[in-house]
């Protein structure tokens, strides 16, 4: 069966980078976008970006442009994002979803929170 | 950015029939799709498509519309369907959620 595994909760600090990772099995990995959202506590849920892990091909939400980057591993069949430069408006939960035009499974999620 | 308004909350008895909507600011063509997201849990996808039923969801759950009106139903409601429901269009880019209408049972 489909699965995406996320990696831990994340504590970090102002100005520095976190990556975060999703791990896919149960399915052919290189076939399929992978896409990024982000959910603020109480809040809704914004679209990051997606990569393309066939070709490593990418495309993100202009809002995100600097501030995510999007990478994959086909070897391991993983697709990270590394967010730079955290402040407090990124601590959120993270969550990747596989789809290509519509999100069919989602991995658990990965709480970052950015504190001094 | 396309912006999906639905309605904030919605609180109905179990077996009863419920709508929620969500209005798109442009067409979106049939690309609307609507997820299902507990406390603590990630969203889980229902309807893709406007109208179609993804896998494994129970056919209580059904979806209509185009363009910029779409509505997912839910008939009869069980208590298991309390959550919020988010819609999502795919037709714009970049992609984006509906702020989520937050389903209370009586």
């Known amino acids: 069966q489909v699965q995406l595994q996320q990696s831990g909760a994340e504590l970090v600090k102002p100005g520095s980078s976190v990556k975060i990772s999703c791990k896919a099995s149960?399915?052919?990995?290189?076939?399929?976008?992978m896409h990024w959202i982000k959910q603020q506590p109480g809040n809704g849920l914004e679209w990051i970006g997606w990569i393309y892990p066939g070709n490593g091909n990418t495309k993100y939400n202009q809002k995100f442009n600097g501030k995510a980057t999007l990478t994959a591993d086909k070897s391991s069949s993983t697709a990270y994002m590394q967010l730079s430069s955290l402040t407090s408006e990124d601590s959120a939960v993270y969550f990747c979803a596989r789809g290509n035009w519509r999100f069919d499974y989602w991995g658990q999620g990965v709480m970052v929170t950015v504190s001094s | 950015d396309t912006v999906l308004t639905q309605s904030p909350a919605l609180a109905v008895s179990p077996g009863e029939r419920v709508s929620i909507s969500c209005r798109a600011s442009e067409g979106v063509n049939s690309y609307m799709h609507w997820y299902q997201q507990k406390p603590g849990q990630q969203p889980k996808l229902l309807i893709y498509?406007?109208?179609n039923l993804a896998s494994g969801v129970p056919a209580r759950f059904s979806g209509s519309g185009s363009g910029t009106d779409f509505t997912l139903t839910i008939d009869p409601v069980e208590a298991d369907d309390t959550a919020t429901y988010f819609c999502?269009?795919?037709?714009?880019?970049?992609?984006?959620f509906g702020g989520g209408t937050k389903l209370e049972l009586k």
């Open positions: 149960g399915y052919t990995f290189t076939s399929y976008d």
């Open positions: 498509k406007a109208s």
């Open positions: 999502q269009q795919s037709w714009n880019d970049p992609r984006t």
